[in-house]
């Protein structure tokens, strides 16, 4: 389990929550608050961004963009190597939510992923948990059928890394 990496991520949460009334919703102000010790010593750490946007898995490539952003390049940038990409590999009338059932994280095995964050010496792990389209990897009130317990791998991906 990723219990003893989970330990100073929520350390630092507990400790910004106490202290957050200090800070203003300004870059300045944020820019100014401390690294964590054990952050700042941490050194390596593994961040996990994993969601519906991993099923078309294309980002057009560095000139273009990343594949978390293919949504917005196809839909609201309206890119056409995006529009090209659905085109090519999707019938007409897809949209985005139809990604989702694709979605099955078939290979996740939560104690298999941190047994190898661990041998690989990271401090921390970060799984994108919520990503800016509104998808959760948890059963979110919120996000009503857009998430992974109610669509696509019908798993609380969350929790299960987390224990």
């Known amino acids: 389990s990723l219990d003893m990496l989970m330990i100073p991520i929520s350390v630092f949460l507990l400790a910004f929550s106490l202290v957050s009334a200090q800070y203003q919703p300004n870059w300045e102000s944020l820019d100014a608050r401390p690294l964590p010790e054990w952050y700042d010593q941490a050194k390596f750490g593994i961040i996990l961004h994993w969601g519906v946007y991993s099923v078309p898995s294309y980002g057009g490539g560095p000139a273009h963009g990343q594949s978390e952003w293919f949504w917005f390049d196809w839909l609201g940038r309206k890119q056409e190597w995006a ?81």
């Open 83 to 163: 529009i090209d990409f659905l085109q090519r590999n999707y019938p007409d009338g897809f949209t985005y939510p139809d990604f989702a059932p694709s979605f099955t994280a078939e290979l996740f095995d939560p104690d298999e992923w941190a047994d190898l964050f661990q041998m690989s010496g990271a401090r921390y792990v970060a799984l994108t948990s919520k990503h800016h389209e509104g998808w959760t990897n948890w059963k979110s009130p919120t996000a009503w059928n857009w998430n992974s317990v109610e669509n696509g791998p019908h798993r609380d991906l969350v929790a299960e890394l987390a224990t």
